[in-house]
């Protein structure tokens, strides 16, 4: 075990602490929110042991790392599928993205103890999962360790470093409009230049967990490595039916006018299958596809939009820097047409994958002026930029509550008090899931004495 890489003394003074303690007893097959590490209470988790759970046998061990530590939502998403194939779930409440890496050490130094010592796990069998920022957790656990069994990844950045130590079989995700799309298709290609089992499936959406019935898929994929590796038992029946559904679902693609898509997945089906049954049939139906020259069509039209993208993406880059960096923020109209933000919005609303690839280039921009500069304009209190940056990212998606509160802040701030009342307005009618903190916020303190403050206020309830 290389423990020491992230902490050695930690470690040790937590397996002092832990050694005595009994094993730990929760409800089965319930979610068991806020339990506390024992080798360091601050760091909680929420755990799922799956039905049949007793302490006389070793189990399988989904450790899970969220980008804002929601522990409950993500283990939900894994929660069906560790009922099935009987994993114990470990969800950190305290896993973060977007800043220091230090709280996630934390987090991994609380947890490691608790899977070692207080639970029944099969220590061949360890394995993490993570979303977002959390997938760098878990490429960091694997590297660092040397002892994780897989990773199942959704989302997530391309981080050549922590990957080239990593070994394990990784199942990777994301969402066809995700802004992380592009990093997840890299990792995979990483993967497999480097031999490592890997899988890559996208899903419909964007930049969030994969679906519950995608991590079931997930979870089975490592069940079915667990069975080529010699970790468990081979399964005769689980292979075939495995098999069977993988193969339909690539069938519907072919179906489906899909032939690039069904090309790549009976290749993913003719590797996840290779040694436990025969491929002999899905090779074939995938080299049928690849030299048709309908899957041709389709591959060139992909690199053809994958390179548009590329350039926007470059184009946006360039033109994000100046607002983040330039002493008076530019004009919104002026911003926007530089980011090209009405053409791509008409190119948005086509078929195919113009109409998706022009979907998913917008997000970059989106998170960047929505999310990130508005973090850093909040806290240098730049609230011209922040206005600017906020407007802008409303043209791209108008129905964001977050971003109509946020600017309706920077507009109190400017004393720009009838707009930032219509700000506040948009806000509570997007649906703002705290209205509450409308009483208290003190960026909002100079429209508490206008009337059109106090009516809003008393309309929605927000008092």
């Known amino acids: 075990m290389r423990a020491a890489v992230f902490g050695l003394t930690l470690f040790l003074a937590a397996t002092a602490v832990a050694a005595d303690l009994p094993p730990l007893r929760a409800p089965i097959d319930e979610m068991v929110e806020g339990i506390a590490c024992a080798s360091d209470p601050s760091q909680t988790y929420t755990l799922y042991l799956p039905p ?11 450790l899970i790392f969220d980008p804002r530590g929601r522990s409950v939502v993500a283990a939900e998403v894994f929660r069906e599928a560790a009922r099935d194939y009987g994993w114990i779930i470990v969800s950190s409440n305290d896993t973060r993205s977007d800043g220091p ?22 220590e061949k069998r360890i394995y993490a999962a993570g979303f977002s920022g959390g997938a760098a957790v878990s490429y960091h656990l694997a590297d660092q360790t040397g002892e994780i069994a897989g990773i199942i990844a959704s989302g997530g950045q391309m981080l050549e470093d922590q990957l080239k130590g990593t070994r394990c079989p ?30 890559l499936e996208i899903f419909e959406g964007s ?76 090779r074939r139906r995938a080299e049928m596809l690849e030299s048709s020259p309908e899957v041709r069509r389709q591959r060139k039209d992909e690199k053809r939009w994958e390179s548009f993208e590329s350039a926007f993406l470059q184009r946006s880059r360039n033109r994000l820097a100046l607002l983040r960096f330039s002493e008076i923020p530019p004009p919104v109209s002026r911003l926007a047409q530089e980011l090209r933000i009405e053409e791509m919005l008409r190119r948005s609303q086509r078929p195919g994958i113009e109409g998706l690839t ?18 850093d304009f909040l ?31 920077a507009r109190a701030r400017m004393n720009h008090p009838k707009a930032a009342v219509e700000a ?28 059109d403050f106090k009516n809003l206020v008393t309309a929605h309830g927000a008092e």
């Open 52 to 62: 049949g759970f007793t302490n006389k046998r070793r189990w399988p061990v989904l």
């Open 101 to 122: 890496m230090e709280p996630n050490i934390k987090a991994l130094n609380g947890l490691w103890p608790e899977v070692h010592l207080r639970l029944p796990a099969d």
């Open 170 to 199: 990784l199942f990777s995700a994301a969402g066809d409009t995700d802004f992380n799309y592009r990093a997840m298709r890299q990792v995979d290609a990483f993967l497999a230049d480097q031999g490592n089992p890997h899988r």
């Open 207 to 282: 930049h969030r967990w994969m679906p519950a019935a995608l991590a079931r898929e997930a979870v089975e994929w490592m069940e079915l490595e667990a069975m080529r590796s010699g970790l468990r038992e081979r399964d005769p029946e689980v292979v075939e039916a495995l098999y069977s559904r993988d193969v339909a679902a690539a069938d519907e693609l072919a179906g489906g006018g899909r032939e690039l898509d069904a090309a790549r997945r009976y290749r993913a089906v003719e590797r996840t299958f290779n040694g436990l049954r025969d491929t002999g049939e899905v």
């Open 358 to 375: 022009a979907r998913r280039a917008l997000e970059t921009p989106y998170t960047v002026l929505s999310f990130y500069f508005p973090r």
């Open 379 to 409: 806290a240098e209190g730049r609230w011209a930029h922040l206005a600017t940056s906020l407007e802008v990212a409303l043209l791209i998606r108008e129905d964001s509550p977050t971003a109509w509160y946020n600017l309706a802040c």
């Open 424 to 451: 506040l307005e948009r806000a509570l009618e997007e649906g703002l899931d705290r209205p509450d903190l409308i009483a208290t916020d003190s960026d909002l303190d100079t429209l508490r004495e206008r009337k």
